[in-house]
């Protein structure tokens, strides 16, 4: 497979799995190219891939947002450590249904446990970076982001 096919299978496995992982009504921007370094607001997910794609995908938004997501998902308000476990297990779910979607295109990836993030990041050494708006109607908007090597 090209370079390209394989980014692409990547940024539509990612979308899938977050359109499927996140229980609230959504809509996807269009996804668009970024140059690093990227500076990441509040919170986010930090996931590496390595095997057919090369790279990291991250998950960033407010933490109110990710607060409305941990309280739909679970049904009460997520705070503090609790909050912090949670947006690890969120970028968890949305990576792992990423590799399912992956794996039935016969492309095997594997990924890291997840890094939280709480304050600004900068993050250099990559080729390429897609970012893909998600604005969840409920809860606020998140930016889904591929670091590609």
Known sequence: MTGSVVITDFLNGSIQAAT?????????GIPVRVTVPILQPEMG???????AV?????LE???????????????FDLESEMLHSFVGEFGNMIAGNMSTFLSQRNLFVDITPPVVMNRETSL??????????????EAGA???ILLLK
Do not use: A, C
């Open 142 to 144: 998140i930016n889904m």
């Open 20 to 28: 499927t992982i996140i229980p609230l009504s959504n809509t996807l």
């Open 61 to 75: 938004g407010k933490t109110s947002t990710f607060g409305m997501l941990g309280k739909t998902m679970f049904g």
């Open 124 to 137: 250099e050494g990559y080729n390429e970076t897609l970012r893909v708006p998600i604005d969840i109607h």
């Open 54 to 58: 090369q790279g990291s995908l991250i």
């Open 45 to 51: 997910v930090l996931i590496g891939v390595s095997g």
